[in-house]
């Protein structure tokens, strides 16, 4: 990638344009042999300055000549290692920072955003005739030639430019696939060689040629390391000091630059170093930057005064860790695991998941997410008010996932937990995790949830779509011996010597139940008596066509127990399944990635919602019709008539055996949400539990209402087309506080 020319704020080396010339060839000649006219010295000159090393061991004048103009003159620049940035949107459209991503911590920036102090003190401290030479500093590859021929080791004189190819070298070598190669690239790289400085000097020549000074220099001041994974000027600014490159005074550039010179050593984050700490006022770093603001003074970049106030400033770091991971985006946390997970599995960025990760990590994406932060600040103030993150006795889990209807957008997802990958924090809790119980196992989920009766929806689907009614009646008796089911997958399908007698949750003893009445009260025996009349592979299917599958990777269940739930499904997927519900049967895959700018500026291909007809348009309509009854006078009354502002909405209620997990599912025209209070580990009765909010049982009543009212109120909602919607019930008001709701009584709960 190459350089591109940037416009200089200074005047060393600039033409009447403003802008620094690339040096060409004569001109590199030129600043290294001085003027000197005959080419005898000049040859002599060509060994000593360019490759000193090899001249004072032994090796001909001739040869070396011959030797370095062989050498490649032309060094590929590849992209900086730069850290990826994940952001939310605000409903003004302003992006909100969830988390940072790096293997380097280095900000690009341009030369406009490096403050003067930066530049002189660079120059000053490394290579006062960084203007004057053509890449390699004759005076100070002297200086470095005497030092190595006295003292027997590669020695110093390395110009700006030079240092910049050794850096360009060796961040070529973080981008090798394996440890090995890196090491192996790096020593190559870094070794102590006469080859070795031969060949940086014939690169630093042919960088001279290319580009210009101004270039160089600011490449060389984003290339540069800091100590540590802090890679750049910019970086380093905001690390050390919380200030940009821009805004640098004079001490702390000169305490910065120090730092290029030996990391290790002059480094400003370790206040316990005996030799370079707080206790000693780090005296070894401010030993450094002494000598370079000296050489400043010396070269008239900075005035007497301005020397002794920076002579005088002590060295204070104001240490900013930077924020890297998803733990950064607290409440959001959960939601940014998702999009790293997302992001591993797009070929887009690599041909493995490592490859991906890695490729994230170094290229400088700006990944603008799908998520809405008005939903998802009111589903975790909800979660907040309604689920503790932990109890003793019962490892209880919340869940809240929001999806757009007809995009496949994912708005909110929250839990109750408190998000971290590091093994100790989490064993000090089980309030900690870094499972996300909203998403499928493979993308740093759990391996799922019974959903319960929310999944009796795909059942009724078939139903509908193999020509039934909602008026239709089936035997609805409870019983032990249901004979032989229907499977064309799997050939027939008979329970009665397992004894499978599935209850009623109230105990309904009807026997004659039609489709819509086994809705509206959620009748297990109702919902058995229709598959008995269908084909549970169907069922199975129909549930595939709505996006659902197991959050472990495994294949649906398809038994006769299915119908009432009992596969693990992730509570994002019935968020996708009930939005495509509300799509009129067209059913849209998740995606949480809008926008992606890579550090070039330019847009990149993102991951798109896949969208699919899952049911007939028409008993899309009559499930709509029936699931909104389920909200009017069903089981969910309760959730319905605390939502406000009121639009057309549907929706399932979902409670699996012995009331361990508990489910309210629906949406309107616009949005569908999940709500669940699910027993992550162990057994527990959320019908003979209380959380501090209320019954434990009823907390997802209390918390679908406020995502939902949020989201209607923002997104609205339309009328479902051909779908008489039942009158909303009025909510009883608080006469003391007219526009405060109070909750509609209790319902009998649905069935297990």
Same mark, same amino acid.
């Given at each position: 990638?190459?350089?591109?020319?940037?416009?200089?704020?200074?005047?060393?080396?600039?033409?009447?344009?403003?802008?620094?010339?690339?040096?060409?060839?004569?001109?590199?000649?030129?600043?290294?042999?001085?003027?000197?006219?005959?080419?005898?010295?000049?040859?002599?000159?060509?060994?000593?300055?360019?490759?000193?090393?090899?001249?004072?061991?032994?090796?001909?004048?001739?040869?070396?000549?011959?030797?370095?103009?062989?050498?490649?003159?032309?060094?590929?620049?590849?992209?900086?290692?730069?850290?990826?940035?994940?952001?939310?949107?605000?409903?003004?459209?302003?992006?909100?920072?969830?988390?940072?991503?790096?293997?380097?911590?280095?900000?690009?920036?341009?030369?406009?955003?490096?403050?003067?102090?930066?530049?002189?003190?660079?120059?000053? %401290?490394?290579?006062?005739?960084?203007?004057?030479?053509?890449?390699?500093?004759?005076?100070?590859?002297?200086?470095?030639?005497?030092?190595?021929?006295?003292?027997?080791?590669?020695?110093?004189?390395?110009?700006?430019?030079?240092?910049?190819?050794?850096?360009?070298?060796?961040?070529?070598?973080?981008?090798?696939?394996?440890?090995?190669?890196?090491?192996?690239?790096?020593?190559?790289?870094?070794?102590?060689?006469?080859?070795?400085?031969?060949?940086?000097?014939?690169?630093?020549?042919?960088?001279? !040629?290319?580009?210009?000074?101004?270039?160089?220099?600011?490449? #060389?001041?984003?290339?540069?390391?800091?100590?540590?994974?802090?890679?750049?000027?910019?970086?380093?600014?905001?690390?050390?000091?919380?200030?940009?490159?821009?805004?640098?005074?004079?001490?702390?550039?000169?305490?910065?630059?120090?730092?290029?010179?030996?990391?290790?050593?002059?480094?400003?984050?370790?206040?316990?170093?005996?030799?370079?700490?707080?206790?000693?006022?780090?005296?070894?770093?401010?030993?450094?930057?002494?000598?370079?603001?000296?050489?400043?003074?010396?070269?008239?970049?900075?005035?007497?005064?301005?020397?002794?106030?920076?002579?005088?400033?002590?060295?204070?770091?104001?240490?900013?860790?930077?924020?890297?991971?998803?733990?950064?985006?607290?409440?959001?946390? #959960?939601?940014?695991?998702?999009?790293?997970?997302?992001?591993?599995?797009?070929?887009?960025?690599?041909?493995?998941?490592?490859?991906?990760?890695?490729?994230?990590?170094?290229?400088?994406?700006?990944?603008?997410?799908?998520?809405?932060?008005?939903?998802?600040?009111?589903?975790?103030?909800?979660?907040?008010?309604?689920?503790?993150?932990?109890?003793?006795?019962?490892?209880?889990?919340?869940?809240?996932?929001?999806?757009?209807?007809?995009?496949?957008?994912?708005?909110?997802?929250?839990?109750? !937990?408190?998000?971290?990958?590091?093994?100790?924090?989490?064993?000090?809790?089980?309030?900690?995790?870094?499972?996300?119980?909203?998403?499928?196992?493979?993308?740093?989920?759990?391996?799922?949830?019974?959903?319960?009766?929310?999944?009796?929806?795909?059942?009724?689907?078939?139903?509908?779509?193999?020509?039934?009614?909602?008026?239709?009646?089936?035997?609805?008796?409870?019983?032990?011996?249901?004979?032989?089911?229907?499977?064309?997958?799997?050939?027939?399908?008979?329970?009665?010597?397992?004894?499978?007698?599935? !209850?009623?949750?109230?105990?309904?003893?009807? %026997?004659?139940?039609?489709?819509?009445?086994?809705?509206?009260?959620?009748?297990?025996?109702?919902?058995?008596?229709?598959? !008995?009349?269908?084909?549970?592979?169907?069922?199975?299917?129909?549930?595939?066509?709505?996006?659902?599958?197991?959050?472990?990777?495994?294949?649906?269940?398809?038994?006769?127990?299915?119908?009432?739930?009992?596969?693990?499904?992730?509570?994002?997927?019935?968020?996708?399944?009930?939005?495509?519900?509300?799509?009129?049967?067209?059913?849209?895959?998740?995606?949480?990635?809008?926008?992606?700018?890579?550090?070039?500026?330019?847009?990149?291909?993102?991951?798109?919602?896949?969208?699919?007809?899952?049911?007939?348009?028409?008993?899309?309509?009559?499930?709509?019709?029936?699931?909104?009854?389920?909200?009017?006078?069903?089981?969910?009354?309760?959730?319905?008539?605390?939502?406000?502002?009121?639009?057309?909405?549907?929706?399932?209620?979902?409670?699996?055996?012995?009331?361990?997990?508990?489910?309210?599912?629906?949406?309107?025209?616009?949005?569908?949400?999940?709500?669940?209070?699910?027993?992550?580990?162990?057994?527990?009765?959320?019908?003979?539990?209380?959380?501090?909010?209320?019954?434990?049982?009823?907390?997802?009543?209390?918390?679908?209402?406020?995502?939902?009212?949020?989201?209607?109120?923002?997104?609205?909602?339309?009328?479902?087309?051909?779908?008489?919607?039942?009158?909303?019930?009025?909510?009883?008001?608080?006469?003391?506080?007219?526009?405060?709701?109070?909750?509609?009584?209790?319902?009998?709960?649905?069935?297990?």
């Amino acid at each position: 990638m190459g350089i591109p020319t940037m416009v200089s704020n200074g005047t060393n080396g600039m033409n009447g344009t403003g802008v620094t010339p690339a040096r060409s060839f004569g001109g590199v000649v030129v600043g290294l042999l001085g003027l000197v006219a005959t080419s005898a010295i000049a040859g002599l000159l060509v060994t000593v300055s360019l490759t000193p090393v090899v001249a004072l061991t032994g090796v001909t004048t001739s040869s070396t000549i011959n030797v370095f103009a062989t050498l490649p003159d032309y060094l590929e620049i590849e992209p900086l290692a730069q850290r990826s940035n994940i952001y939310a949107t605000q409903s003004d459209g302003s992006p909100v920072l969830l988390a940072t991503l790096y293997d380097q911590n280095r900000v690009e920036v341009g030369w406009e955003d490096i403050g003067q102090n930066v530049k002189d003190a660079a120059i000053a %401290g490394e290579d006062p005739r960084f203007y004057e030479h053509g890449g390699v500093d004759l005076q100070g590859t002297m200086r470095g030639a005497m030092t190595t021929a006295f003292k027997g080791s590669v020695q110093g004189g390395s110009s700006i430019t030079q240092q910049y190819v050794k850096n360009v070298l060796v961040q070529k070598c973080e981008m090798l696939p394996t440890e090995e190669e890196i090491s192996d690239c790096y020593e190559a790289a870094t070794v102590t060689t006469a080859a070795r400085k031969l060949k940086e000097m014939r690169l630093a020549i042919g960088v001279e !040629k290319k580009y210009a000074k101004n270039d160089i220099l600011r490449q #060389y001041l984003n290339i540069a390391g800091f100590g540590g994974r802090v890679y750049g000027i910019e970086a380093a600014a905001s690390y050390y000091y919380g200030r940009t490159a821009a805004d640098l005074t004079v001490a702390q550039a000169a305490s910065l630059l120090s730092i290029v010179n030996n990391p290790g050593k002059f480094r400003l984050d370790r206040p316990a170093s005996e030799t370079n700490g707080a206790a000693n006022g780090y005296q070894d770093n401010r030993l450094r930057r002494d000598y370079i603001l000296g050489s400043m003074l010396k070269y008239g970049k900075i005035t007497r005064a301005e020397f002794d106030a920076a002579i005088a400033a002590p060295v204070e770091p104001n240490i900013n860790e930077p924020s890297t991971g998803c733990q950064t985006a607290g409440a959001n946390a #959960y939601f940014c695991d998702y999009v790293i997970h997302v992001l591993a599995e797009d070929p887009v960025f690599g041909a493995d998941e490592e490859a991906r990760i890695t490729n994230i990590r170094r290229g400088g994406f700006d990944v603008y997410t799908t998520l809405d932060l008005d939903l998802q600040n009111a589903a975790i103030t909800t979660m907040n008010d309604n689920v503790p993150k932990s109890l003793d006795g019962w490892d209880v889990g919340g869940v809240i996932s929001s999806v757009e209807v007809g995009t496949g957008r994912v708005l909110a997802m929250t839990q109750n !937990k408190d998000y971290s990958q590091d093994p100790e924090v989490q064993a000090a809790g089980n309030n900690w995790s870094s499972v996300n119980y909203n998403t499928d196992f493979a993308t740093g989920g759990s391996r799922g949830f019974q959903p319960g009766s929310t999944y009796k929806v795909f059942t009724l689907a078939e139903w509908l779509n193999t020509g039934h009614s909602l008026d239709e009646r089936v035997d609805s008796a409870p019983r032990s011996q249901w004979g032989t089911f229907n499977d064309s997958c799997l050939g027939p399908q008979n329970y009665d010597s397992e004894g499978w007698s599935p !209850k009623n949750d109230a105990n309904e003893s009807g %026997g004659n139940y039609s489709a819509l009445e086994s809705t509206i009260g959620s009748i297990n025996t109702g919902f058995i008596g229709m598959a !008995k009349r269908l084909d549970l592979c169907g069922i199975r299917k129909m549930a595939e066509a709505f996006g659902v599958h197991r959050a472990d990777g495994d294949p649906l269940s398809q038994s006769a127990s299915a119908v009432i739930g009992t596969n693990e499904i992730a509570p994002l997927s019935m968020a996708v399944a009930f939005a495509g519900i509300a799509n009129q049967g067209v059913t849209c895959s998740p995606i949480v990635i809008d926008k992606m700018i890579d550090s070039a500026g330019t847009e990149v291909p993102i991951p798109e919602s896949k969208c699919a007809q899952s049911v007939s348009p028409e008993a899309d309509r009559q499930m709509i019709a029936a699931l909104n009854q389920v909200l009017t006078k069903g089981t969910a009354v309760q959730s319905n008539s605390a939502t406000v502002p009121y639009v057309p909405m549907f929706g399932k209620t979902g409670t699996t055996d012995g009331a361990k997990d508990t489910w309210m599912s629906g949406a309107s025209s616009k949005v569908a949400t999940v709500v669940g209070v699910v027993t992550v580990t162990g057994d527990a009765n959320q019908r003979a539990r209380d959380f501090f909010s209320g019954p434990a049982a009823t907390a997802r009543h209390r918390m679908w209402p406020v995502v939902m009212s949020v989201a209607n109120a923002k997104y609205g909602g339309d009328p479902f087309p051909g779908v008489p919607i039942a009158p909303v019930p009025q909510a009883e008001v608080d006469e003391e506080d007219p526009g405060q709701d109070v909750p509609a009584p209790d319902v009998p709960d649905e069935n297990d």
